[in-house]
């Protein structure tokens, strides 16, 4: 005798199955993007930290490590955006800029060229986690390091600007990329120190 599948009861294997094929196993949509959102209401600025970290929220599937480390990467991958940035303004500068606002530049190039090396290290640092919760600790206290080192670089890089920030629209333009991207570095500290807080021992 045929059996004959009701059209609904088709529909509903067909959802299921197309849920499942993957290969892992099937994680509510909502719930790694409510991890994020948690977690980036622990920095000081959440809507940068969602809007730059929401889009990989499957790869971080609810590990305070991985959201971490993705923070760190993607602060890496902004300043050096800017590194690149500043050092093309910075090889004009002296012919289109006030000597105050080229000297600024010349500045915030540089540091910005030792926050990349810094950010660099500490993701470096990042995907080399592992061993005994000691060593973790250890490994973690250099991340922590190394991006205190990255935002304090790009602090020094705005502090420059300040006796010129009424020198030109240029200037105005450059800080706010600046202040962007010492956003993401500072959430990716604080993401960091989160992480490191959650596997400290009593």
């Known amino acids: 005798m045929k059996i004959q599948i009701?059209?609904?009861?088709?529909?509903?294997?067909?959802?299921l199955l197309s849920t499942t094929t993957a290969g892992d196993t099937f994680r509510p949509p909502s719930t790694d993007q409510d991890f994020i959102r948690?977690?980036?209401?622990?920095?000081?600025?959440?809507?940068?930290?969602?809007?730059?970290?929401?889009?990989?929220?499957?790869?971080?599937?609810?590990?305070?490590?991985?959201?971490?480390?993705?923070a760190i990467g993607v602060t890496l991958s902004k300043a050096a955006r800017m590194a690149k940035l500043m050092a093309n303004v910075s090889r004009h500068a002296d012919y289109v800029a006030t000597p105050r606002v080229a000297a600024a530049v010349h500045d915030c190039c540089t540091v910005f060229g030792d926050a990349v090396d810094e950010i660099r290290g500490a993701l470096r640092q990042m995907r080399r986690l592992g061993g005994s919760g000691e060593r973790v600790r250890f490994q973690l206290s250099?991340?922590?390091?190394?991006?205190?080192?990255?935002?304090?670089?790009?602090?020094?890089?705005?502090?420059?600007f300040d006796d010129v920030a009424g020198e030109g629209v240029e200037v105005k333009d450059v800080l706010e990329r600046v202040v962007k991207v010492?956003?993401?570095?500072s959430n990716a500290l604080a993401l960091v120190n989160r992480f490191a807080d959650a596997i400290q021992t009593p």
């Open 142 to 160: 250099n991340v922590q390091t190394w991006m205190s080192a990255a935002l304090t670089d790009e602090d020094t890089c705005t502090d420059g």
């Open 182 to 185: 010492k956003e993401v570095t």
């Open 38 to 70: 948690t977690s980036c209401q622990t920095t000081l600025y959440p809507q940068t930290c969602l809007t730059s970290l929401s889009g990989h929220s499957y790869s971080v599937q609810q590990n305070p490590g991985r959201l971490a480390r993705l």
């Open 6 to 15: 009701p059209p609904t009861l088709f529909l509903f294997f067909f959802c």
